[in-house]
């Protein structure tokens, strides 16, 4: 059985993706670390660290949708990306998610599939997502 260290997961439970990738990994048999960054929030050297390992810069990592970016006048591509991750820290919703951590990387999951590559085991299907979509079959297979 899997340690508890395994996976970690930066985790907002109103999130749908974020829910499946969650379901996913537990259905894998993992027992992840859910950090619910809503509540505690992030630090800068945190961020740094995880888009770097996840290959994002806080531009790439920016929730533009249904956050305050627009509010806030981050669309602009000419906002630094120091004053983007002032505003992450300050608002915790701006940072896309969920953000996964495993022995084989770390990587934004959207979609939510994406998160099977981080895994040592698939879960046992079939496996939809919560719209329905297959993407673990019955025999096991990736479909998506």
């Not at 537990?26 to 888009?51: C, H, M, N, S």
């Not at 627009?70 to 992450?88: N, R």
Request: overall charge neutral.
């Amino acid at each position: 059985m899997p340690e508890v260290t395994d996976v970690v997961i930066h985790h907002n439970p109103a999130c749908g993706t974020s829910r499946n990738v969650l379901a996913i990994i537990e259905a894998a048999g993992y027992r992840p670390v859910v950090i619910d960054y809503l509540k505690t929030g992030w630090t800068k050297p945190q961020l740094l660290g995880l888009f770097a390992a996840a290959g994002l810069t806080p531009r790439t990592a920016l929730r533009t949708t249904k956050s305050p970016a627009q509010e806030l006048g981050l669309l602009d591509p000419q906002v630094s990306d120091e004053a983007l991750l002032d505003a992450m820290i300050a608002h915790p919703v701006l940072v896309n998610r969920p953000i996964v951590c495993t022995a084989k990387g770390v990587r934004l999951c959207r979609p939510s599939e994406r998160i099977l590559d981080l895994l040592d085991r698939l879960p046992p299907g079939p496996l939809t997502k919560e719209d329905g979509q297959l993407i673990i079959d019955a025999e096991g297979n990736r479909i998506a």
